[in-house]
């Protein structure tokens, strides 16, 4: 069990929790160092004591993201035994996250397209979230046997869920996000 947050970890959390929300529902670039400002309800001036600027904000949402991202999959190590069940897990957060995905996208991926357009300096950062699904779904596709081609079907499925919730959310249609994570659920029951 974690030791509690100190006053001043909870306050830089918040920032963080504010940050991250905002560059998911706004972009990065639509969100000003002001608009973060303004959403946690702090003076700049104490923002200013965590963050010097917004591009360090954005690692602390990146950290935070890896963090939330590496527990998850630990706990679906944890809960399910056997590969495919682990593979299934990672569809189940697809469509569990279906309103989210179909208004705003995929968090990850709508940062890492967003930054990659003139910010690659940031956007290294922000592959380490892809990395880390990449990553683990290859280890997944090792444990059913597919040591050679492990990372090219771990990189099929994060491209295939990646186009669902691109397509989803532009369409605005969870039923199309339901019915081709099902078909991607059928492709993992073959192996």
């Not at 950290?63 to 569809?91: I, N, T, V, Y």
């Amino acid at each position: 069990m974690a030791a509690p947050l100190s006053k001043g970890e909870q306050t830089r959390a918040g920032i963080v929790d504010c940050a991250k929300r905002l560059f998911y529902e706004h972009g990065y670039d639509g969100t000003s160092f002001t608009d973060i400002v303004e959403a946690s309800g702090l003076y700049r001036g104490n923002i200013y004591h965590y963050f010097k600027t917004k591009d360090d904000i954005l690692q602390a949402v990146i950290d935070r993201h890896l963090a939330e991202f590496g527990g998850l999959l630990e706990q679906w190590e944890r809960q399910h035994k056997e590969p495919k069940a682990r593979l299934l897990a990672f569809l189940e957060m697809i469509t569990g996250r279906k309103l989210e995905l179909v208004q705003y996208g995929c968090p990850i991926g709508s940062l890492n397209t967003e930054l990659g357009k003139d910010r690659r300096d940031l956007q290294e950062g922000a592959r380490a979230l892809f990395d880390l699904f990449r990553d683990w779904l290859a280890a997944r596709f090792v444990e059913l046997g597919h040591r050679d081609d492990a990372e090219s079907l771990a990189l099929h499925l994060l491209g295939r869920a990646q186009g669902i919730a691109v397509i989803a959310h532009v369409y605005h249609d969870a039923k199309l996000l339901k019915r081709e994570t099902a078909q991607l659920q059928a492709w993992i029951e073959q192996f």
